[in-house]
């Protein structure tokens, strides 16, 4: 098996490729151990001394580290409990996938509608070839709550990318939008 990594734009995060589906649908973001039950693979992962955070995508899986660790020393034990993972045959995660944005009902739901679909079709593509996901969490006067997982959880660019690009599309597109700001769950 062999398992490409890339950098993302969070130097404390590397985007891991296995070259097979790691998820059948969504995502799963494991922001620590405890939150890591239902996933045999990130279960593995936090097992590996120095890991903070999981997030799983559709063909790749996202690591982040914590600041006191170098990846030229953690990267090889990564791999390591990746590769044991896939050869166990264990499932990436146990029971339904986590899914994408939260619903909402009300008076918006037409508008909250049309943001689902421009961040389905332009933006979490490509916040996920990064490594990470952005997903809807609420919308309120104007303002869209989003919820950043994987790399982009505590990017140093995140602020930047919500501003300038997801904040400036969805006002090119909806009116109705003023402001976007993160959400932690």
């Known amino acids: 098996m062999f398992i490409q990594t890339e950098s993302t734009p969070n130097p404390a995060t590397l985007k891991f490729i296995p070259g097979q589906d790691v998820m059948e649908v969504g995502t799963a973001d494991f922001p620590s151990a405890d939150t890591a039950g239902t996933s045999p693979l990130a279960t593995r992962l936090f097992s ?3 890991v903070t955070g999981v997030f799983l ?20 034990e990564v791999l390591g409990a990746i590769m044991e993972h896939f050869q166990s045959g264990a499932p990436a995660i146990e029971g339904a996938a986590q899914s994408g944005h939260t619903d909402h009902d009300g008076p918006d739901s037409e508008i909250v509608g049309q943001i689902k679909e421009l961040l389905d079709t332009r933006v979490r ?9 952005i997903t809807f969490h609420g919308f309120e006067r104007g303002v869209v709550y989003l919820h950043m997982k994987g790399a982009c959880a505590g990017c140093p660019s995140s602020t930047l990318t919500l501003k300038m690009g997801i904040e400036n599309l969805l006002r090119h597109f909806i009116p109705e939008v003023t402001e976007v700001r993160p959400v932690a769950v």
């Open 48 to 50: 590996v001394q120095g």
């Open 57 to 76: 995508g559709l063909d790749f899986i996202t690591v982040t580290k914590g600041d006191d660790l170098e990846w030229q020393h953690l990267k090889p």
């Open 125 to 133: 593509p490509a916040v996920a070839q990064d490594g990470g996901d």
